[in-house]
């Protein structure tokens, strides 16, 4: 198996894995993920889902007795796990990700809107045709060219059924988030998203705060990572390789001379 990072677009990133002489794109956040487009489901759903994990997580039994068991919520934690909303541990426990907590947290519908804005533009599959409809100044986003978008230019491999109604959920989705209003198709014409007329400018203030958070996470996981001890010059032997020591002196009684002369037989003082 092969893998080439590649740019989508300008603000997030992919891996092609070829295998078998088939192409499917993956996504690079906190490791690797095979995409499989999120269907079946619905909106409100999720947003139940987020609720019972808020805190400490849930486990997958808590949330069959309260929500139901079946396809709609085993399909609706397929679409937040896609999504980087949820991460799942060893067991059936369920955690919102920093991603979801900002979502799940958002205290009022302008600011979930502006999440739910960053969540679709950093998942490929959503943010690609996005940000192609907005460089083209299209005016909507019709259902034939989404599924060419993920068949062809994704080349994600998906089930013809399951593309079709994983457009319906990116509708509504996009809906939710303001980027426009989902139109079923009637009477020949086929099923879209009218974007809104402030389209590019959401789109805008979604890189924006994707790049806030990247910056965010990456000052966190500098902050983490624990401090270098500070080593002595490398001391080479006669025929060995360079030694690296560290050595602890006190040399709070000593006289200049003293220091001076120790720090030039470790070398860090050059000789007379």
Known sequence: MKYHVITLLDHFRGIYLE????????????????????????????????????GKGVDRDTLEARLGSGEALREALNALE?????E????????????????????????RQRELRAVLLRYPPYG????????????????????????????LGQPRNRVEE?????????????FGTFRRGVRGQPSRLVLSPDFADQLAAAREL???????????????????????????LPGSSPIALTITVDMSTWELEKIEAFLRMVGLLPLR
């Open 210 to 236: 994707l790049a806030e958070s990247s910056a965010t996470m990456a000052r966190a996981d500098q902050a983490e990572k624990p401090e270098q001890p500070m080593l002595s010059p490398a001391m080479a």
């Open 128 to 155: 690609v045709p996005l940000e192609r409809a907005a460089a083209e100044g299209w005016s909507a986003i019709e259902s034939a060219w989404l599924e060419r978008i993920w068949q062809v230019d994704l080349r």
């Open 88 to 111: 799942r541990g060893d067991g059936a426990e369920i955690r919102l990700t920093d991603a979801g907590n900002r979502l799940a947290y958002a205290e009022s519908p302008e600011e």
């Open 19 to 54: 295998k078998d002489g088939r192409d499917a794109i993956g996504f690079v956040g906190g490791g690797e993920v095979a995409i499989v487009l999120p269907y079946r489901t619905e909106p409100r759903l999720l947003w139940q889902v987020l609720e019972y994990a808020k």
């Open 82 to 86: 896609q999504l980087g909303l949820i």
């Open 166 to 178: 994983a457009r319906t959920l990116f509708f509504r989705l996009a809906e939710e988030a303001g």
